[in-house]
């Protein structure tokens, strides 16, 4: 566990020296999740059957999102000015958010890239910013692109899966189908998101293009999956520990107000209960996002340390160390 100890702490000394990267570890949220590659692959298996999922079926081929694109379409071409300028507002934001998303990612990338390369350790919001604006363009396209083979990875195993499940009488085929996607399938997409991982560091900090990153991002893969599969599991570990700490610091925080309210008015007023609840649901809120910001930062400081570490030294999974431990252990 040495190597993630030290790829961690060392990531949690840059993260906490820079909080002026926090804000990037906000957008970075939208790429892995908080918790890392293994938060994807659970989600993704949520996804195999949630109908109201983007990834399902089912959600594209309800009447209702249609039926507002064509309303849309009809007030737009009539000239309202409202739903045009409701409609700008909205695609500019979330052109704005999609691209500070890979400006975050290259920013984050390039201050961990800089650790053991100069003197001064101390890395600007500035600098790390145009750093991301200069590989936007390709991290777009990277991550883009991997949005669409995930995407129809997905979708026609949810197709076939709502298919038998509205036949009625296929429910262990729909089993079987779910656990062939959790197993099989949905693996394969968490392969994608480390190989794209890694290659995204082999756009910013090698300035490599984007066929050349993906290339040397499956092959860093290949050579060090099991150490890839150890970190992401050590980081998904530490963010549910937080998860449920933050959850426990909640329940302490609101625990004597609604105590003493209970004694105070043994009846307890609705109107207490709700601003005690209220009280409660803004710090876990605020926790939560604060928490978001800080972990996504550290773990996407850290995983660039560890590509660092694993291009210039061999390293060997913890697993396999525990298994030959054993094995001598036994002779």
């Not at 739903?83 to 975050?104: D, N, W």
């Not at 890239?113 to 145009?130: C, D, H, P, S, Y």
């Not at 609604?258 to 409660?280: C, D, H, K, Q």
Request: with cysteine.
């Amino acid at each position: 566990m040495k190597l993630y100890k030290d790829v961690l702490s060392q990531g949690w000394i840059l993260t906490s020296r820079h909080p002026q990267l926090w804000v990037f570890g906000l957008f970075v949220v939208f790429i892995t999740g908080t918790a890392g590659e293994i938060d994807r692959y659970l989600r993704y298996v949520n996804n195999l059957l949630n109908i109201d999922s983007v990834f399902s079926i089912q959600f594209w081929q309800q009447q209702s999102w249609i039926q507002l694109l064509n309303n849309a379409i009809n007030l737009i071409s009539a000239g309202n000015v409202s739903v045009i300028i409701f409609c700008g507002l909205l695609l500019g934001s979330l052109l704005i958010v999609a691209y500070m998303i890979v400006v975050a990612e290259g920013g984050l990338i390039y201050a961990a890239g800089l650790q053991g390369k100069r003197r001064t350790k101390t890395v600007t919001f500035i600098e790390a910013f145009q750093a991301g604006v200069k590989h936007a363009f390709s991290l777009f396209v990277l991550n883009f692109v991997s949005l669409l083979v995930i995407t129809s990875l997905i979708l026609p195993m949810n197709g076939l899966i709502v298919q038998l499940g509205d036949a009625g009488s296929l429910y262990d085929a729909q089993i079987s189908l779910v656990l062939i996607g959790s197993v099989l399938l949905v693996p394969l997409i968490l392969v994608i998101s480390f190989v794209v991982r890694y290659a995204a560091n082999f756009i910013v900090l090698e300035d490599k293009d984007l066929g050349s990153a993906l290339v040397q991002g499956l092959q860093l893969f290949l050579n060090n999956w099991l150490v890839t599969v150890e970190m992401a599991a050590v980081v998904f570990v530490l963010a549910t520990v937080m998860g449920i700490f933050i959850i426990l610091t909640t329940f302490v925080v609101i625990a004597p107000y609604l105590g003493l309210m209970l004694i105070v008015s043994p009846e307890g007023e609705v109107a207490n209960v709700l601003n005690v609840l209220f009280v409660g649901g803004t710090f876990y809120v605020v926790a939560t996002l604060i928490f978001a910001m800080i972990f996504s930062t550290w773990q996407w400081v850290s995983w660039t340390l560890l590509f660092k570490r694993i291009q210039k030294e061999k390293h060997t999974g913890k697993t396999i160390r525990l298994v030959g431990a054993g094995k001598i252990a036994k002779k």
